[in-house]
């Protein structure tokens, strides 16, 4: 029993020491990692990656997934930047940026809740509408001369604190919050478990489901703001494969491909994993296309580890039962 307590304690707390251990290892691969323009730097531009994250895992721990948020993300960011040039208003563009995105989730939906299309499915066909939404209104060209909408993601309060990130922290609380101690969290931990008994518990699977989408829009419209502002230019081609950078940091961070496991700091850990990593292959020189095939490893490296680690943890809880019914068979007989 004793192991059984360490093996879940190491394998609940392992995602964190690998994030410390990757931290001294930067640190010693290249001198210029621990300087504080770099740390600003790599912390910048996790946010974008942080926020699209955040929905994938919410959505991943239901039994989900969103293979549209880089389309989606563009369409909103790009709608966002021709607001901001026709108003002047920073409010109302990040208010389009959410509505459209909100509103592509909810397509989405639509028919994951309501006609049972799989997620992959859904999300697969909006990552085309929106892309092709997003270069027809564009015509295919870059929106230019952003003015002051580039504060939002270029912004520094103070010498050390970016804009952005301080909108990722507010948004971190609020969404480990929602998901930690609400009936709705709760709920999307149990559906992705076993879904027949969240709805024999009286969970509203269609609500959550909605809601689930809702809240992965409004990460996706903000996440569409910070990049075109950080890149200082509206980009109808821009965040090509992001749903893979979200996927990534949430899997790494520890959320289950099957669904029902996941958390908000498992997945910070695995977004600040994999910013890390990319980082120093940067400051090394590695070549960029090897920087790809190395993340697609860890990408098959963190799945299998899942697979394998609910495979233990279920032969262990088949063997437990067993040990448990032989005692009770035993008494009965004596």
């Known amino acids: ?91 109302l563009a990040v208010l389009v940026a959410v509505v459209v995105s909100i509103l592509c989730n909810m397509f989405n939906a639509v028919f994951v809740a309501n006609f049972n299309v799989p997620a992959f499915i859904a999300t697969l066909g909006m990552q085309q509408i929106a892309r092709g939404l997003a270069l027809y209104y564009t015509d295919g060209q870059n929106i230019l001369q952003l003015g002051g909408f580039v504060k939002i993601g270029q912004g520094m309060i103070g010498s050390f604190l970016p804009v952005p990130v301080l909108i990722v922290l507010v948004v971190t609380l609020g969404v480990w919050y929602i998901m930690s101690n609400t009936r709705f969290g709760r709920g999307v931990y149990a559906i992705g478990g076993n879904r027949r008994a969240a709805e024999a518990s009286g969970i509203n699977t269609k609500k959550s489901i909605y809601k689930a989408f809702l809240i992965n829009g409004i990460l996706a419209g903000l996440a569409g703001v910070i990049f075109m502002a950080r890149n200082n230019a509206g980009l109808p081609n821009g965040a090509v494969g992001y749903e893979m950078t979200g996927l990534t940091a949430a899997i790494v961070g520890g959320t289950s491909m099957t669904g029902g496991i996941g958390t908000i700091p498992g997945t910070i850990a695995g977004a600040f994993i994999i910013g890390f990593l990319e980082n120093v292959m940067n400051l090394v020189g590695i070549n960029a296309y090897i920087q ?12 299998a580890f899942d697979v394998v680690s609910k495979s233990k943890q279920s032969h262990k809880t088949i063997m437990v039962a067993d040990d448990k019914k032989k005692g009770v068979d035993q008494k009965s007989a004596a």
């Open 1 to 91: 029993m004793k192991s059984m307590k360490l093996s879940g304690v190491f394998q609940k707390y392992a995602i964190y020491l690998v994030l410390l251990v990757l931290f001294a290892a930067c640190s010693l691969i290249s001198p210029y990692f621990l300087k504080s323009s770099n740390m600003i730097n790599v912390t910048r531009q996790l946010c974008v990656g942080l926020l699209i994250a955040y929905g994938e895992m919410i959505l991943i721990v239901g039994g989900f997934i969103d293979l549209s948020v880089g389309s989606v993300l563009a369409l909103a960011g790009c709608l966002a930047t021709t607001t901001f040039k026709a108003t002047q208003s920073l409010l």
């Open 292 to 303: 790809e095939i190395i993340e697609g490893g860890i990408i098959v490296l963190a799945v």
